[in-house]
């Protein structure tokens, strides 16, 4: 992992004593500020249920396209379930990326489901341990987020729990993906074309293989890889609006592999920590000063996500 993503241990917020707490705070928010990016230990995934998915993940994948393509819901701006190659775009190119990918969703108590009217899972009948263990892997990360969220309200100076409530039934999204082998030369495709994260943070598991690159305030890129026991967290565009640009959205990207290594597929599976669509990303009055003005006009977390949605090509107009 390069030397300036900073990696911290998440029980020192859980379980630590004051002094140990306020060091994470100050440390999380200091990385965030700098580049956006940092690695944490000690997080509600087990390295067991890590395992799990992945093993999973690989068998749902080597499913023929035809048997994939089962799990695929049209008119969902891909939401829930099956998304194959070359749908998604970045926000700023036309070229789909060269990956295809699956979502799990949010699991809903039965007496909330009409007041949030999200899309239900969708289990895999060939591979039902995929959706068992994604859904578990679900949990976990939205876990391990509402403490990184606990972090960051504190750092700037909210009530700790500040986004519980926004977070507890949001409109989360748990993406296992495939970049597959590359077959012929890309003419401008890339596994995935450099964006940022629209959510208000994003937890990476380890991915099975390096691509994944940050670019830093001096405009280098740095490649990131998390160390099997590590979740790198991030900032997303969510975030960087409620916070006026204080803590920023990292601009990132997967690169193509070597070509002697195309024949190579890569795994990853980020966790978008969503709140619900109602929650209002209007710039907090303590981030905006005469020399940081107010950057962002008001809008609702779920007009947000539509328009992103369809910046990336998932939603049509």
Same mark, same amino acid.
């Given at each position: ?53 992945? +093993? %999973?993940?690989?068998?749902?994948? &080597? $499913?023929? =396209?035809?048997?994939?393509?089962? /799990?695929?819901?049209?008119? @969902? ?68 987020? +509402? %403490?990184?969220?606990?972090?960051? &309200? $504190?750092? =700037?100076?909210?009530?700790?729990? /500040?986004?519980?409530?926004? @977070? ?78 204080? =803590? ?70």
């Amino acid at each position: 992992m390069s030397s300036t993503i900073i990696s911290i241990n998440l029980n020192d917020f859980k379980n630590g004593t004051p002094s140990e707490k306020q060091t994470f705070v100050q440390d999380l928010g200091t990385a965030y500020e700098k580049i956006g990016f940092v690695a944490i230990y000690n997080h509600e995934l087990s390295d067991e249920l890590s395992a799990n998915l992945y +093993k %999973y993940t690989k068998e749902f994948y &080597a $499913l023929p =396209l035809e048997t994939k393509m089962k /799990y695929y819901i049209a008119g @969902i701006a891909g939401q829930r379930g099956f998304t194959s190659w070359g749908t998604e775009h970045s926000k700023d190119s036309k070229v789909g990326d060269l990956k295809e990918f699956y979502h799990f969703g949010q699991e809903i108590p039965e007496d909330l489901k009409s007041k949030f009217d999200y899309y239900e899972n969708i289990s895999v009948d060939e591979v039902p341990e995929f959706s068992e263990y994604g859904l578990k892997a679900y949990a976990a990360l939205q876990e391990t987020g +509402k %403490y990184m969220l606990r972090a960051i &309200a $504190l750092y =700037l100076n909210l009530d700790e729990m /500040y986004f519980d409530d926004y @977070i507890q039934y949001g409109n989360s999204i748990l993406r296992p993906i495939h970049y597959g082998p590359i077959k012929d030369a890309p003419k401008n495709a890339v596994r995935a074309g450099q964006h940022e994260d629209i959510n208000l943070i994003t937890l990476l598991m380890g991915a099975s293989a390096a691509g994944l690159e940050v670019l830093d305030k001096q405009n280098n890129w740095i490649a990131i890889t998390a160390l099997p026991n590590q979740l790198v967290v991030n900032v997303g565009d969510m975030l960087q609006r409620l916070t006026n640009n204080k =803590l920023r959205s990292t601009t990132h990207r997967v690169v193509n592999p070597p070509k002697e290594e195309w024949g190579t597929t890569r795994f990853s599976i980020p966790y978008f920590l969503h709140p619900v669509s109602e929650m209002r990303l209007d710039c907090l009055e303590s981030c905006v000063t005469p020399e940081n003005p107010k950057a962002y006009d008001d809008i609702s977390a779920g007009d947000f996500l539509t328009e992103r949605l369809i910046e990336i090509g998932l939603l049509k107009k």
